[in-house]
């Protein structure tokens, strides 16, 4: 492994056990046992470095999805994404939120457009199967906010946001996804 590669394993470590909020270049350092100077010359800094990270979690991500098995009946398939999306965020659930805070701060992800079209391309099967009840625009959007909504759950139980925000039950999780796709699907 790399340098680099030891480093970035090393920012996910850090991620998974502190989140963004508490990243360190510091904690990175020691895991990966190298200077500082040695992180500023592959990265520049930590911004570069968290960037490579977040980027490196999509990638696994977005090799996980692909390489899961596609159902041939598009509403399965589109079940078993939105399971698998939301699966990702339950088993890593601070990796999932730096994710998504790079996103919300404008950063250019490849990986993250890939995952997003694949979703698109499961809407547009719906579609050519004629099993899609709302415009392929607006299913996106819809397949997009409760994945992304049943996630968060598993986020905000991690981050311990409130009392009420606890690890969601696997049955309100089944919930969310079912109305989504009732929404999204002909019968």
């Known amino acids: ?9 090393a920012a996910l470590t850090v991620l998974e056990r502190e989140g963004a909020a508490q990243f360190s270049t510091r904690a990175v350092c ?3 046992n190298v200077t500082a100077p040695t992180l500023y010359h592959h990265f520049g800094n930590a911004d570069g470095l968290l960037s490579a990270a977040v980027e490196e979690a999509f990638r696994q991500f977005l090799h996980a999805k692909l390489a899961a098995p596609v159902a041939t009946d598009p509403e399965a398939a589109l079940r078993d994404g939105w399971d698998d999306y939301v699966r990702f965020a339950a088993d890593r659930p601070l990796i999932y939120a730096a994710m998504m805070a790079r996103l919300f701060q404008g950063v250019e992800i490849l990986a993250a457009r890939q995952a997003f079209a694949i979703v698109a391309e499961q809407i547009a099967a719906l579609e050519t199967a004629g099993r899609l ?6 299913a996106v959007q819809l397949a997009w906010a409760s994945v992304n909504s ?16 606890a690890t969601p039950e696997p049955s309100l999780i089944e919930m969310l996804r079912e109305r989504a796709l009732r929404d999204l699907c002909e019968p």
Not at 1 to 9: A, D, G, H, V, W
Not at 150 to 165: E, G, I, K, R
């Open 133 to 138: 009840r709302l415009p392929p625009a607006e």
């Open 30 to 32: 020691a895991i990966a």
């Open 150 to 165: 049943a996630a968060m759950l598993h986020v905000t139980a991690a981050l311990h946001v409130s009392d009420y925000l």
């Open 1 to 9: 492994m790399s340098t680099r590669e030891t480093l970035i394993k």
